[in-house]
């Protein structure tokens, strides 16, 4: 997908893929928070099985009858290889090979496998990677972009160094949204009313992501990304964690999921008119499904400048030195013995002079220091 903007879903997205587009992703959300299961390969294959659904639009019309009339994920994809090679669809080829290697862990996955709690780490980590090849293109393909590439946003020729102080201050001013950390929903209000105030809450949640990702994609990448929503920020946020996990970490970008995938929930519940909130409820109190992305953001990503590090000795060092130096000073001189004021008087306030009586020979005499006996205190 390498293009400057991605298109605005669902509003102007795909007709044909738009129907599936919350079901796969929340499937794929679902898989990867549980990517090491045989549940994640399950759910892999029904991401797959909802994209080539949505692909039967891009087949030729006289196929598409032919197509829509199978059920059976392995025909669909066969179909899609034939119309590929024929030229008759615009899918890359890439896309084709992680649709086959999805349908053929999900079959591994719903068979019973002896004494397997779960698969083997190789064939999950490639399940998960067709996985997120498949549902990040999917999810952000426009309406003329199904046949674009799978290389993700282009990156800049090199990462970005250290902000300098007044841009570091200027990026936390415009992601800093002031957030509720915890939600407090009464049990005993209406079903819908309860959902309206959850999605109050993910609705903050989902501002404070929105400006991480932007903050991060514009550094990162050359793409334009502002109007996007935090549903396609996510996926290019992902794409550049997987390209630069050293700067990015899997648990940043896990977080922009969460904050997707429980507002997708929520949304659902309301479309559908879901009665029963407590599971949405007993998962919003687990706690802010961001605080560690912002906290990396802040902490690790932006890091403190020189300035930020060192502020207190800049100005605590400086200020003691001068008043150590003024202290010294001051010592030297009330008792009249600095040695300049010495030379001076033995120059100039000597006898042969005549000037023992004049002003300076009196500023440089020595002070008398007053002393207080018992008997003139009594």
């Not at 550049?240 to 050293?246: F, H, Q, Y």
Request: proline residues 5%.
């Amino acid at each position: 997908m390498s293009r400057g903007v991605v298109g605005d879903a669902p509003d102007t997205a795909n007709a044909n893929a738009m129907p599936h587009a919350d079901d796969v992703r929340l499937k794929y959300l679902e898989a990867r928070r549980d990517e090491h299961t045989f549940e994640a390969m399950k759910l892999a294959r029904q991401v797959a099985e909802a994209v080539c659904e949505a692909l039967g639009g891009e087949m030729p019309e006289q196929k598409q009858t032919a197509y829509r009339g199978t059920l059976e994920l392995n025909t669909r994809i066969r179909m899609l290889e034939e119309a590929f090679a024929s030229g008759a669809v615009r899918i890359p080829s890439a896309i084709l090979a992680a649709l086959r290697t999805l349908q053929v862990y999900g079959n591994y996955a719903v068979h019973y496998q002896k004494g397997e709690r779960n698969p083997p780490p190789r064939a999950a980590a490639s399940a998960m990677a067709s996985l997120a090849l498949v549902a990040q293109w999917f999810l952000s393909a426009s309406v003329d972009d199904l046949g674009s590439s799978t290389d993700g946003p282009e990156l800049r020729a090199a990462a970005p160094g250290a902000p300098t102080f007044f841009e570091r201050r200027r990026i936390l001013r415009s992601t800093r949204i002031e957030r509720i950390t915890e939600v407090e929903i009464d049990s005993n209000e209406p079903a819908d009313v309860q959902l309206a105030s959850l999605l109050k809450y993910y609705a903050m949640l989902t501002k404070a992501a929105e400006g991480i990702c932007r903050a991060v994609l514009v550094r990162e990448t050359t793409m334009e990304v502002a109007g996007l929503r935090l549903e396609q920020l996510a996926i290019l946020f992902a794409q550049v964690a997987d390209k630069r996990p050293r700067r990015i970490p899997r648990s940043a970008s896990a977080s922009v999921d969460e904050v997707v995938r429980r507002r997708a929930l929520v949304l659902r519940a309301i479309r559908d008119d879901c009665r029963d909130v407590e599971p949405f409820r007993l998962e919003a109190r687990q706690g802010d499904p961001i605080d560690a992305l912002v906290s990396w953001f802040e902490r690790d990503y932006l890091g403190k400048t020189k300035l930020e590090r060192h502020w207190r000795a800049m100005i605590f060092v400086p200020l003691g030195a001068y008043i150590v130096l003024g202290i010294a000073c001051s010592g030297g001189r009330t008792d009249g013995r600095s040695a300049r004021d010495r030379e001076l008087r033995e120059r100039f306030c000597s006898a042969p002079s005549g000037l023992a009586s004049s002003d300076l020979c009196q500023a440089l005499a020595p002070k008398p220091v007053a002393t207080t006996t018992s008997s003139a205190r009594n």
